[in-house]
């Protein structure tokens, strides 16, 4: 049995992950930790029978504790939650599905632990990546890709010497409002932005794969995990989501991972990597498919990708600056405070406004990001 521990089992890739274990007999969910989904953690913790579960505030906690007194279950809160969370003796590999840079104290205190990442927080690479990718090397843990995408690269270098990768091709549905032009999105609204062609995601990430700033985020995560340089990262719009990224080699060759858009096999396959397993659902079939388009970014009108390349080419702190501007910009539009473009608009702002740290420490990052706060809260 393997033994998992979740952070963020209430949402979208915690849920699957969950799923994933119902499918298979041989994987132990032993810890969980979500923020305030009282009801949805109790169901989970009445099916899958964790040890230690974890919710953010002490005043949900015992709300928790109530509903569960009759198992034998303990229940912690906040940050050191997290961390109990992560770092549970006899968890084997932590899945880090929450959203935002809460997660990056917690994933460092589990490699620190000697634990495996199932890495879905984008916020611990896109911000931290000078930080953990040194440490799995110094703890010899694994950091295995559950983004669609990166799985996929992954997936694509499998058996392959790193060395010979000559150039990234990541992929992206192109959004909701693929082929639209700035005049079209003057007015567009939350409904709107929440209605994914291809993916069924959380709220925060569906608005960033409108903008492509999720995109852009997804670039920056590449760059630490597979050792690219950004100018070696080409963003190829894929409408169907069939292909979920490539990669090119020195002599020209070119790798992709294609599949149905389906979170559970990324989740799947770093469970159990390097072994593959039988997952229920739909296949691909070419006959049906008849053919697959690609096109070129627009990164006038999207200019949330535009600025993550500014944001990864400038480094040290920058890449927390537009990471944490787009987080609170995307909650003052599911808020209904400003409008869709306004997103970019504050991510530009917040960029020039920050003077660069080079290689910012942990506190650094969480520093500049409460900075980032406050200064949008000031102007918006």
Same mark, same amino acid.
């Given at each position: 049995m393997k033994k998992i521990a979740i952070l963020g089992s209430t949402g979208s890739i915690g849920t699957q992950t969950l799923e994933v274990a119902r499918n298979n007999g041989d994987l132990e969910i032993?810890?969980?930790?979500?923020?305030?989904?009282?009801?949805?953690?109790?169901?989970? #913790?009445?099916? $899958?029978?964790?040890?230690?579960? *974890?919710?953010?505030?002490e005043e949900k906690a015992k709300e928790l504790r109530d509903a569960v007194k009759d198992l034998d279950v303990k229940v912690v809160s906040g940050m050191d939650g997290l961390i109990?969370?992560?770092?549970? &003796?006899? *968890?084997?590999?932590?899945?880090?599905? #929450?959203? /935002?840079?809460?997660?990056?104290?917690?994933?460092? *205190?589990?490699?620190?632990?000697?634990?495996d990442i199932a890495l879905a927080n984008k916020e611990t690479l896109v911000?931290? /990546?000078?930080?953990?990718? &040194?440490?799995?090397?110094?703890?010899?843990?694994? #950091?295995l890709p559950v983004d669609s995408e990166h799985s996929a690269i992954f997936q694509c270098l499998h058996g392959e010497n790193r060395s010979q990768l000559k150039k990234i091709l990541l992929t *992206?549905?192109? /959004?909701?409002f693929r082929g639209k032009k700035l005049e079209d999105l003057k007015n567009i609204q939350v409904e709107d932005a929440l209605k994914h062609p291809n993916w069924a995601m959380g709220r925060k990430i569906t608005i960033d794969s409108s903008t492509l700033v999720n995109k852009g985020l997804e670039m920056m995560e590449a760059k630490w995990l597979f050792g690219v340089e950004p100018e070696n990262i080409q963003i190829?719009?894929?409408?169907?989501?069939i292909i979920h990224s490539m990669v090119e080699f020195v002599d020209g060759a070119v790798i992709a991972q294609l599949g149905t858009p389906d979170m559970k096999l990324p989740i799947q396959y770093a469970l159990y990597y390097p072994e593959r397993r $039988?997952? &229920?659902g739909e296949r691909l079939d070419f006959w049906k498919l008849t053919e697959i388009t690609f096109e070129k970014p627009d990164m006038e009108t999207f200019r949330g990708l535009k600025l993550a390349f500014d944001a990864a080419a400038a480094g040290g702190s920058m890449p927390t600056v537009y990471n944490a501007a787009n987080e609170r910009a995307v909650a003052k539009f599911l808020d209904r405070k400003i409008a869709y473009l306004q997103i970019p608009e504050i991510i530009e702002t917040c960029m020039e406004h920050?003077?660069?740290?080079?290689?910012p420490s942990v506190e650094e990052i969480l520093d500049t990001e409460q900075a980032v706060y406050e200064f949008i809260e000031s102007r918006w």
């Open positions: 032993v810890s969980l930790a979500a923020g305030s989904n009282v009801k949805k953690l109790e169901e989970q #913790i009445r099916e $899958f029978h964790p040890r230690l579960v *974890a919710v953010w505030t109990e969370i992560c770092t549970l &003796p006899e *968890a084997e590999i932590v899945v880090t599905a #929450i959203v /935002g840079m809460i997660g990056i104290v917690p994933t460092i *205190a589990a490699m620190k632990a000697g634990k911000t931290a /990546g000078h930080i953990i990718i &040194p440490l799995a090397k110094e703890t010899g843990v694994q #950091i *992206a549905s192109g /959004g909701p190829v719009v894929q409408p169907k989501s $039988f997952l &229920p920050h003077k660069v740290k080079e290689n």
